[in-house]
T-cell receptor
Framework: SQQGEEDPQALSIQEGENATMNCSYK?????LQWYRQNSGRGLVHLIL?????REKHSGRLRVTLDTSKKSSSLLITASRAADTASYFCATDPNFGNEKLTFGTGTRLTIIP | DAGVIQSPRHEVTEMGQEVTLRCKPI?????LFWYRQTMMRGLELLIY????????DSGMPEDRFSAKMPNASFSTLKIQPSEPRDSAVYFCASRPPGLVDEQFFGPGTRLTVL
């Protein structure tokens, strides 16, 4: 089963609105990463948050992490048509383990 | 700088044929990962290497799958014989040494087995 489960599976919003995606995971983690995948392309790293961090910002991205609830959220503010993509969370379930386990993804569509 | 390079980008083959997918990681990266992505199963890690040595191949689905990394700049994923259920997009990713956890993905190879 997937370590990470994103919610919702699909999201459609108007351009300019904010988009929030959630990720839940099952085991203790070292860090949690978010990746974007445009249609027909490989994944691109967006942001990483470590287990001792609660919030992190990068441009229009804001990530939160709640290790007690084993959950994370990705907020994209002032969405643009170019943000249309699938978004995946990825966790490294074991300390010192280089493996990443990816969630099922949220398909985000920005309506112009 | 060139990113991760994969070839071919698309492969269509018939059941029973041998398929070889190729990957060139980013220069200086010492980790290489092979993933498979399907609608049903999402993104699955098949195998990964560190300094050309396979570290974990627990995700390789069957003995029909094999992967090699003969040097730091080249890796192959081979399927022999191929089956229709192997149809998927196969990604290669690399990661630099040290405390950098980010993985850099290639564009993928879309494999269709008829």
């Amino acid at each position: 089963s997937q370590q990470g489960e994103e919610d919702p599976q699909a999201l459609s919003i108007q351009e300019g609105e904010n988009a929030t995606m959630n990720c839940s995971y099952k085991t203790s983690i070292n860090n949690l990463q978010w990746y974007r995948q445009n249609s027909g392309r490989g994944l691109v790293h967006l942001i990483l948050i470590r287990s001792n961090e609660r919030e992190k910002h990068s441009g229009r991205l804001r990530v939160t992490l709640d290790t007690s609830k084993k959950s994370s959220s990705l907020l994209i503010t002032a969405s643009r048509a170019a943000d249309t993509a699938s978004y995946f969370c990825a966790t490294d379930p074991n300390f010192g383990n280089e493996k990443l386990t990816f969630g099922t993804g949220t398909r985000l569509t920005i309506i112009p | 700088d060139a990113g991760v390079i994969q070839s071919p980008r698309h492969e269509v083959t018939e059941m029973g044929q041998e398929v070889t997918l190729r990957c060139k990681p980013i220069s200086g990266h010492d980790y290489l990962f092979w993933y498979r992505q399907t609608m049903m199963r999402g993104l699955e890690l098949l195998i990964y290497f560190n300094n050309n040595v396979p570290i974990d191949d627990s995700g390789m689905p069957e003995d029909r799958f094999s992967a090699k990394m003969p040097n730091a700049s080249f890796s192959t994923l081979k399927i022999q014989p191929s089956e229709p259920r192997d149809s998927a997009v196969y990604f290669c990713a690399s990661r630099p040494p040290g405390l950098v956890d980010e993985q850099f993905f290639g564009p993928g190879t879309r494999l269709t087995v008829l």
